[in-house]
């Protein structure tokens, strides 16, 4: 079959790709960046350098294809995160329509059933709902938790200042998934193309709370005591722009670290757990936060 993957060689995006390659299927990668064609190329894939901004793109680069996977990619640029978000949304479903694709799996949250108040993942609320829209086309949005490499920005955190913590709540559980685990997934409902109309699937990998994610990166780190600290949003969103984030997505991050604490971002989840979760623990992930702190 033919698919297509946006997302560029992305920590969810390329082990997708490769898993469609090994299995012997014709695959497009979309990239902003012309540099990464040899890459894509040196994983049997196809590239196609373009923007998602640009729908005659989209349109021409779909279409033929059996499926598509859409995600949005980051822009921390962007002037309003959430506008940008959705309108990238906007743009894959007019090129949809334009190109004739019936299958889409695409990447959104856990917490995208909240219109406001989740930071970039109410951006994602709209990309669904525009999706959503299409007639004729059958739609799985994959809702992941949130992503253990989210973690590594606590990296130096817990090297200079011998905590790590977020405003999550006071020994708030979290939801967590692996990259991978998505990857699978997501190659796993491309394939099959068994799901019809519009549905949503949730992917996690484990569930941990605030302390045990602690206990578990400190232990990777040779700092067993390592302590969760809750912030407070005033504090969590000064830090982030003492760390050079821009205003707008610090404001963003910080939204959505209080749909997690108010637990509005999992209830839809919570209704919803799916049976079996993905095969990467967190302490799987531990080594590479490790790696990432011993740098910092």
Known sequence: MKFVVTGS??????????????????????????????????????????????????????????????????????????????????????????????????????????????????????????????????????????????FLGNAGMAKHMGIIGGNYGEGASLVLVHPNDIAEVAAEELQKLTFEGKSIRYIVSDEKTTDEVAAILGKAIGKPELPWVNFKDEDTLAGLLQAGIPEEIAKNYTEMGRAMRSGEMDSDYLKNKPAVFGKTKFEAFAPVFAAVYAQA
């Not at 790709?17 to 990239?31: D, I």
């Open 9 to 150: 060689l992305g920590n969810i995006s390329k082990p997708l790709a490769e898993r469609l390659v090994a299995a012997g299927h014709t695959v497009t990668v979309v990239s902003s960046n012309a540099k990464k064609i040899a890459q894509i190329q040196a994983l049997g894939a196809r590239p196609a350098i373009g923007s998602v901004e640009d729908v005659e793109f989209l349109t021409k680069t779909f279409s033929g294809a059996h499926a598509v996977y859409t995600m949005v990619p980051p822009h921390f640029g962007a002037a309003d995160w959430k506008k940008y978000i959705a309108g990238i949304g906007a743009n894959y479903a007019a090129a949809i329509q334009a190109s004739g694709v019936k299958n889409v799996v695409n990447l959104s949250s856990m917490g995208a059933h909240m219109a406001e108040g989740c930071g970039p993942v109410s951006g994602l609320f709209f990309v669904e709902k525009a999706l959503n829209a299409l007639e004729g086309v059958n739609v799985k949005h994959l809702r992941p938790g949130f992503f253990y490499p989210n």
